[in-house]
């Protein structure tokens, strides 16, 4: 929480009222708690702000994360270049008309993460009641698709239900040694409980750089 009041004034005000009135070209900022990007139409603003970034933070006892840092040119035809940020990879592709698109997609270190995070939760709650072991999934389901179920992201959407569902089998497996589901009985239950199947959805609201990251842009 304070990091995130010092960054207000170590990094928001200073970049909109000194670094982006001085650039030559468009910039802009996006910032979630500590976690930020900013983005530069040229290369010489982009060096010239991360040339000083360190120094700016540091009067505020802040400091980088040096394996985070970066700079990175990411233009529009290079697709295989991309960046993560707030558990989505971003790379440049194409819509169905042929026209430059930025993806966004779970990244895998995010997507990993979930799994190994839903494991525990199934280790600890495996012997919940019916109701509100179907209550607690269809909430954290739910929750997962608000957040991840952007468009373009369908295929990772799967996989982590996909996933998900065989480690949930695994450990309601474990319920009882007298009686263990099969495939298709598991799918019954999961019907049962009425666990949403992946979708996109319209509540996932990320800060969105779209309009300014169409420049070729130099992302710090």
């Not at 001085?22 to 010489?44: H, M, T, W």
């Not at 009882?176 to 019907?191: E, I, L, M, R």
Request: charged share 35%; glycine share 8%.
């Amino acid at each position: 929480m304070l990091a995130n009041l010092y960054l207000h004034y170590a990094l928001d005000l200073w970049f909109f009222k000194v670094i982006k009135p001085r650039g030559r070209g468009e910039a802009c900022l996006i910032r979630y708690a500590d976690d930020f990007v900013c983005a530069f139409e040229y290369q010489q603003d982009a060096e010239a702000f991360y040339q000083e970034l360190g120094e700016r933070l540091g009067k505020f006892k802040l400091e980088l994360s040096a394996e985070k840092t970066r700079i990175l040119e990411f233009k529009r035809q290079q697709s295989q270049t991309y960046f993560e940020f707030l558990g989505f990879e971003f790379r440049w592709g194409k819509d169905r008309k042929g026209r430059a698109h930025l993806k966004r997609r779970t990244s895998r270190k995010r997507l990993k993460k979930s799994l190994e995070r839903f494991t525990e939760w199934c280790k600890e709650n495996r012997n919940l009641g019916v109701r509100k072991l179907g209550k607690q999934l269809r909430a954290k389901f739910q929750g997962y698709y608000n957040y991840y179920g952007v468009k373009g992201n369908s295929r990772r959407l799967q996989e982590y239900y996909d996933q998900a569902m065989g480690i949930l089998k695994k450990w309601l497996n474990r319920r009882s040694q007298k009686k263990s589901y099969n495939w298709q009985g598991f799918k019954d239950t999961v019907s049962y409980l009425k666990v949403p199947r992946p979708r996109i959805t319209e509540g996932a609201k990320l800060p969105e750089g779209a309009v300014l990251l169409r420049f070729e842009l130099y992302m710090v």
